[in-house]
């Protein structure tokens, strides 16, 4: 029964999961683009993998720039939040340029029609197979009529040539068939490192694919003597020749080896793996070393133009951005309304200092210029304006109301004790006490 119940309650639970895990999820390239300030003003989102790297999801952009690869933004999977780590998007930014550049390579081979993916013909090698098998009956047919020592010596070599062959080819289509599944699924689910992987498996399927064809290339050199002393045979007739002219013929089928191999060195193909790979090494590098730059960018900028903390409470919401507080105060229609001048010209002078240090993309600089800029702005706005005459004339006016309503209050409470009779009064000669009831 527990167990029941343990597996109703995981049924239930994975698609909650699920859910929670989709509403996590956001548009890395949006985000980049329209939240942030690391990009600049020249640059946009090119491709967006996602790439694993110790268990953990992460999506790498690319950032182009005139058509150009510049650099890469690695982010977290479900957070939005810039990796920082310099070896950690160092490797994300290794496999998401190699990918890159493999893609590219992929589309050019595909779109000439010359060039022969040679790694996926594994479908093809049983065939070639069979026709060597076919080659070395036909061999040792040649042998048994020719009725030689030199000829059964050429073709006993040629056999153990073609069994090399046949080793070979059946090898060949081993690692074929593994390295074409593993580049699906790095295609599909890119791991972190996996592009080394991928490299050299595919590499090891032309250094066989190499081998073969000089198995080949030692195999028609020599059944060239062979057919040759077929030739020169003073003891076959003219018809006994041709037939085993005929039967000592390349087989149809090891053309397609020559086909392949030219095609993957006219690609250059193992060079081009190997340019891709350590390409995606050294730009890696300098792809993240980049990223610091990139963070402070976006630290200039939000400070600038972003929702202040500093400003807003400082201002009771008055002004929530730097740029608004300055555009604000600077107003014409009130620049010299204000009473502390010296900040005001302080603030205009770290704000254009601000913004020639991120056009200069100093953005150290530009940062603190705008630090500074925000004091200023602060205690501008926290001095107040000028005190006009017209203000002192208001304030006097103000006393003087205030002293004549003092008087007037003092008159009336006089004549109402008066009134009352609450005080003594006196003749000339002595005191009279009046009645106070």
Request: hydrophobic content about 40%.
């Amino acid at each position: 029964m527990a167990c029941k119940a343990m597996a109703t309650w995981v049924i239930l639970i994975l698609p909650l999961l699920s859910i929670l895990a989709f509403s996590l999820e956001y548009e890395p390239s949006q985000y980049v683009a329209k939240q942030t300030y690391l990009l600049r003003e020249n640059e946009s989102i090119g491709n967006v993998y996602e790439i694993l790297l110790e268990n953990k999801e992460y999506y790498v952009l690319q950032i182009i720039s005139n058509k150009q690869i510049v650099g890469y933004i690695a982010l977290e999977r479900y957070e939005k939040k810039v990796v920082t780590d310099t070896i950690k998007a160092k490797n994300l930014m290794q496999t998401a340029h190699f990918l890159s550049q493999y893609s590219d390579f992929r589309k050019k081979v595909s779109d000439n029609p010359s060039y022969i993916w040679f790694v996926a013909q594994s479908a093809q090698i049983p065939q070639i197979v069979q026709s060597i098998e076919t080659e070395k009956y036909e061999l040792q047919t040649v042998a048994e009529v020719m009725n030689t020592s030199s000829a059964t010596e050429k073709t006993s070599a040629l056999s153990r040539i073609l069994d090399e062959m046949i080793s070979e080819l059946n090898e060949l289509r081993v690692s074929e068939l593994d390295a074409v599944s593993f580049e699906s699924d790095f295609l599909s689910n890119p791991v972190a490192g996996n592009e080394r992987k991928l490299k050299e498996k595919m590499i090891s399927c032309f250094d066989r694919l190499e081998l073969i064809q000089n198995l080949r290339k030692e195999y028609a050199s020599l059944l060239t003597l062979l057919r040759l002393e077929i030739a020169n045979a003073q003891n076959l007739n003219v018809d006994e020749k041709k037939s085993l002219q005929k039967a000592s013929e390349m087989p149809e089928e090891f053309s397609k080896i020559e086909q392949w191999y030219l095609s993957a060195t006219s690609m250059h193909f193992s060079e081009n793996l190997d340019n891709m790979f350590g390409s995606a090494i050294q730009n890696s590098l300098t792809f993240a070393d980049g990223i610091s730059v990139r963070i402070k960018r976006d630290n200039a900028y939000r400070i600038m133009f972003e929702e202040n903390e500093t400003v807003r409470n400082a201002t009771k919401n008055e002004f929530l951005t730097l740029k608004q507080a300055y555009d604000t105060i600077i107003k014409e229609e009130y620049y010299d309304k204000w009473a502390n001048q010296e900040e005001l010209i302080m603030l205009k002078a770290n704000w254009n200092r601000a913004n020639s240090a991120l056009s200069k993309e100093d953005y150290d600089s530009a940062t603190a210029y705008a630090k500074k800029a925000i004091e200023n702005a602060i205690k501008v706005y926290n001095d107040g304006w000028v005190r006009t005459s017209s203000d002192g004339g208001k304030e006097i006016a103000q006393k003087a109301i205030i002293g004549l309503i003092i008087i007037l209050v003092a008159i009336i409470f006089f004549r109402y004790i008066k009134k009352k009779g609450l005080f003594y009064s006196r003749d000339e000669n002595d005191y009279e006490e009046v009645n106070l009831k």
